[in-house]
Nanobody, 125 residues
Framework: QLQLVESGGGLVQPGGSLRLSCAAS????????IGWFRQAPGKEREGVSC????????KYADSVKGRFTISRDNAKNMVYLQMNSLKPEDTGIYYC??????????????????WGQGTQVTVSS
């Protein structure tokens, strides 16, 4: 059974950093496009970053470029999102997603079929 489990969320002050992790099980991550999405209260879910199955190509939302870095370790079936210089507007529930047919360049939620349960990130002083 395909499963994604996020961890690493929490409360952090503006300017701080967090590293989110996503553990994949029940499938071979090598063949999947991966993505991180977030949803703030009262807002739609948005794509934060996506990465191709090879790991050679990435896409970032304009709002996080230069601050966030997506990565994957296929040997460990793990996906990561390093978040630096966090801002209050980064607050939300962060979800890990994977799909073998998604296009990393589109990074839209309706292209991904497998999702984690989400982890809360709160940026506040």
């Amino acid at each position: 059974q395909l499963q994604l489990v996020e961890s690493g969320g929490g409360l952090v002050q503006p300017g701080g950093s967090l590293r989110l992790s996503c553990a994949a099980s029940g499938f071979i991550l090598d063949y999947y496009v991966i993505g991180w999405f977030r949803q703030a209260p009262g807002k739609e879910r948005e794509g934060v970053s996506c990465m191709s199955s090879s790991g050679r190509s990435t896409k970032y939302a304009d709002s996080v470029k230069g601050r966030f870095t997506i990565s994957r370790d296929n040997a460990k079936n793990m996906v990561y999102l390093q978040m630096n210089s966090l801002k209050p507007e980064d607050t939300g529930i962060y979800y890990c997603a994977a799909d073998p047919r998604a296009l990393f360049s589109q990074c839209v939620s309706d292209r991904f079929g497998s999702w984690g349960q989400g982890t809360q990130v709160t940026v506040s002083s």
